[in-house]
């Protein structure tokens, strides 16, 4: 009962990180320019109605989005995000404010003051939002990054108490939350689950490193696994059989570790962020020249409606067979990614958004047709 308890608090938190955290900036970031604009229309004009009304709604929420979407670009909606990505990002956000208000014609622009001190209301009001969350157990926000990193092994028990002396020798403080796999009799460390449940064991105990034991775990278990959780913030090793080192090290400064390219899986948040981006580019753009070159479609209104479906986000351009477990994390594409296209493992382990436009380009005329990929 305690671990689905813990598991529901767990979806509960990711829940609020994903849609209502933004929704409590937009607002937060709402009242901090209406407060702001009303304080300084009284002060230095001495009439709360000074400014246009009109104004301010055609420009205040463009302001209010820069900066949501800089927080989203920079990660400050991921979990364990920090109170130095929160304050870059917003200072980064605000930077684009001041650009886009200097870039307004003349009518749109009201007072630089009320931009700057909206500023200084954001970057005060949402780091204390999140701090007082975080207090009361809401948000899995840190102040600071942590010294010491929790781990979970994959392996067995002799495996993963090989592993934790590596980890003794190193500079990084490590705290090894447990193991993964099968029961044992004798075994020391703690075991959390077999590794079919490492995705759960992940969400409720939400380490900062998996280390696999390449003697325990195949290959394309490892390369299955870290596909399904590339979206998570966190971080893969792999401890070869016989080895001083662990492979996957995300620094060079620790002794006996090294390095392997990174799998760029097309389930990362940052490629999905980029492939929805590319989505939206591309019918917006096709949307708006459809009269140019509607007649070379044979089903002009599925052409006009997988447009529309992909700018709403119920389609993608692109999609790929993904196995059952993963079948989900897209959306439904107008045209698919197969062997004829390319090479479909290099889609899902090394994906570019140049894969998405070649494919698309190849295959503009097909996107009149229907399509009930899932």
């Keep these: 009962m305690a671990i689905y308890l813990t598991a529901f608090i767990s979806a509960a938190k990711r829940l609020f990180v994903k849609i209502l955290l933004p929704v409590s900036d937009i607002l937060l970031t709402a009242i901090g320019f209406t407060l702001v604009t009303k304080v300084w229309e009284s002060i230095k004009f001495h009439n709360s109605d000074y400014f246009h009304e009109e104004v ?4 205040v929420p463009g302001f209010i989005a820069i900066w949501l979407v800089t927080l989203w670009f920079l990660g400050s909606y991921k979990a364990k995000s920090t109170l130095i990505q929160l304050v870059k990002a917003l200072l980064v956000g605000s930077g684009l404010v001041l650009i886009t208000y ?4 003349e009518k749109l622009r009201f007072s630089r003051a009320v931009i700057v001190f909206s500023a200084a209301w954001v970057l005060l009001a949402l780091p204390i939002f999140r701090i007082i969350l975080q207090q009361f157990g809401l948000l899995d926000f840190k102040l600071k990054s942590s010294s010491t990193k929790k781990v979970i092994i994959a392996g067995t028990d002799q495996e993963s108490q090989r592993v934790v002396k590596i980890l003794a020798n190193l500079a990084t403080k490590f705290t090894v939350l447990g193991r993964v ?14 590794f079919e449940n490492l995705s759960e064991v992940y969400r409720i105990n939400k380490p900062d490193e998996i280390i696999f034991c390449l003697n325990d775990v195949n290959s394309s278990e490892i390369i299955k696994t870290i596909v399904l959780m590339a979206s998570e913030p966190v971080s893969f ?19 006996g570790e ?35 070159y509607f007649f070379i479609f044979q089903q002009k209104k599925i052409a006009l409606r997988n447009c529309f479906f992909v700018l709403l986000g119920r389609k993608t351009w692109v999609r790929i067979n ?3 477990s993963l079948a989900n994390r ?13 090479k479909p493992n290099n889609y899902i382990r090394n994906y570019s958004v140049w894969l998405d436009f070649i494919t698309l380009a190849t295959n503009f005329t097909r996107i009149d047709k229907p399509t009930n990929t899932t």
């Excluded at 090294?258 to 591309?282: C, G, M, Q, T, W």
């Excluded at 959306?331 to 390319?342: A, R």
Aim: proline residues 7%.
């Design 237 to 255: 090793k792999i401890a070869a059989y016989n080895s001083t080192g662990i492979i996957g090290s995300n620094s060079s400064n620790e002794s």
């Design 330 to 342: 897209l959306k439904p594409g107008v045209l698919e990614y197969t062997s004829e296209t390319g």
């Design 181 to 194: 796999g099968q029961a044992e009799n004798k075994g020391e460390l703690p075991l959390l689950s077999s």
């Design 258 to 292: 090294l390095y392997i390219p990174e799998v760029n899986s097309v389930l990362s948040e940052s490629n999905l962020a980029l492939k929805r981006s590319f989505d939206i580019i591309f019918a917006t753009l096709l949307l708006l020249f459809f009269p140019f």
């Design 102 to 105: 200097a870039l307004l014609p």
């Design 56 to 59: 301010l709604l055609q420009t």
């Design 322 to 324: 993904l196995p059952n």
